[in-house]
Every structure is written in C-alpha cells, then in structure tokens.
C-alpha cells in the first residue's frame, strides 16, 4: 500500500487557519475582498440562507469603503462563534428597515427603483421638516448620490440612513 503524499504548504505556522481558507475559497475573483455575491454565496453553502435585507445590513456592516469585505472584517467576524446569528436582523430592525423601505417607495412616484431629482425635492423637503437633514436639496443630493448618477437607489438610501445613524445597523 502506497502511502498519497499531501502537498499541503505548511510554511513556518502550518496551514492557513480556516478563516483563510475559507475567505480565498470565496473571494472568486481572487480581489483579496468578498463582494456582496461571493458572501451570500458563503453563508448560503454553509446553511444559512439571508433575507435580501440582511444580506445588505451584514455587508454594510462588514464592508470597508468599497463596498466589499477585506480579510481581516472577514476574519474578526469568523472568529464569533454566534457569527451566523449576528447576521440575521432582529424584529426592531426588521421593522425599520421596513420602514425605510415604505419612505423609499413613498418618494418613487413613477416606481423606478430609484429617487431622481425632481422626487428628490419631495424627499428633501420632509426629511428636512423632521430635522433628519440640515443640508441645501444640492449638498443632501450630493451626500447621498455617491456614484453621481443623478439618482438615488434604494442601496445608496439605505447607506445613507446607516451613515446618519438614522437606522441602526449590526456591529458584527
């Protein structure tokens, strides 16, 4: 009986600890981070199906300013033996992020999927009057259109309520 030998890089500390791993075995692209895709992917396969709603809180929560998750957020939160359960959103934040997304539609008034200029007036306006802004309707379209496509998506809302502490999102 022959004896397979495992070629296995053991380097000076012994294999990558399984965080490693299992981070390279899901950055597909090789990037070095883990996009939104590539994490859903993740928890999906490890028998943890997200809400769409979680999957963009626990990112938001994870991510740096690319949006995507760098190794070591990935291996901070892979370290927390509740990981799986931190990334599902409780019933207050379910509730709000409901919420968020009526006040979202409320202001979409040709149902586009995103707030343009003129609806964005509309926006501005009540938001203002509830002192959740203090910017121009020009500042406040430039604070929270930040791929300057003219338009607000629901993501970019979303990340500016997050921003703006308006709704809270899981410190994972």
Not at 38 to 48: A, K, Q, T, Y
Not at 130 to 135: D, H, P, V
Not at 144 to 168: C, H, Q, T
Request: charged share 30%.
């Amino acid at each position: 009986m022959s004896t397979a030998k495992l070629n296995i890089p053991m380097g000076a500390g012994g294999p990558p600890p399984l965080s490693k791993r299992m981070f390279d075995k899901y950055d597909k692209d090789a990037s070095g981070k883990i996009d939104k895709a590539e994490f859903r992917g993740l928890v999906f396969d490890l028998g943890h199906a997200l809400t769409a709603h979680e999957l963009d809180m626990a990112v938001k929560a994870l991510a740096d300013s690319s949006g995507q998750i760098p190794y070591p957020a990935f291996a901070k939160w892979w370290s927390d033996k509740d990981r799986f359960a931190k990334l599902k959103l409780d019933e207050t934040q379910e509730r709000i992020f409901q919420e968020a997304i009526r006040y979202f539609k409320y202001f979409d008034k040709d149902l586009s999927g995103t707030i343009d200029k003129e609806e964005a007036v509309a926006l501005h306006a009540d938001l203002a009057k509830n002192n959740l802004t203090k910017f121009s309707l020009k500042d406040f379209m430039t604070d929270l259109d930040s791929n300057s496509d003219g338009v607000i998506s629901f993501a970019e809302y979303v990340d500016w309520l997050v921003r703006k502490s308006i709704m809270p999102v899981k410190v994972l």
